[in-house]
């Protein structure tokens, strides 16, 4: 299994980014997918996550995320998205998108984004 992470980059305070985890293969053979992220010093921790398939669950959000992200995705396209409108500084950070299968755990390489003016 393989997770393809991008759509990272510099943005304004403000500004938006939209994140794309493309799945080698089906992505309805995930229990959950979604994204994490880390920050330089800090522990990596949820950003947003989503049951599939029997699990299927509605979105669920960090406090930090809520309001301001939104996760979906593109069964067709084997693609999750994480959209992140309202940008702070404090969202930088590298974000990685995962996926859990039965009891195996699949990260991404991980996507910089770096909210500066």
């Known amino acids: 299994v393989q997770l393809q992470a991008s759509g990272g980059g510099l943005v304004q305070p403000g500004g938006s980014l939209r994140l794309s985890c493309a799945a080698s293969?089906?992505?309805?053979?995930?229990?959950?997918m979604g994204w994490y992220r880390q920050a330089p010093g800090n522990q990596r921790e949820l950003v947003a996550v989503?049951?599939?398939?029997?699990?299927?669950?509605?979105?669920r959000y960090a406090d930090s995320a809520k309001g301001r992200f939104t996760i979906s995705r593109d069964n067709a396209k084997n693609t999750v998205y994480l959209q992140m409108n309202s940008l702070k500084p404090e969202d930088t950070a590298v974000h990685y998108c995962?996926?859990?299968?039965?009891?195996?755990?699949?990260w991404g390489q991980g996507t910089l984004v770096t909210v500066s003016s």
């Open positions: 293969g089906s992505i309805s053979r995930f229990n959950v």
């Open positions: 989503f049951g599939l398939g029997i699990l299927s669950s509605p979105p």
């Open positions: 995962n996926a859990v299968a039965s009891s195996a755990n699949y």
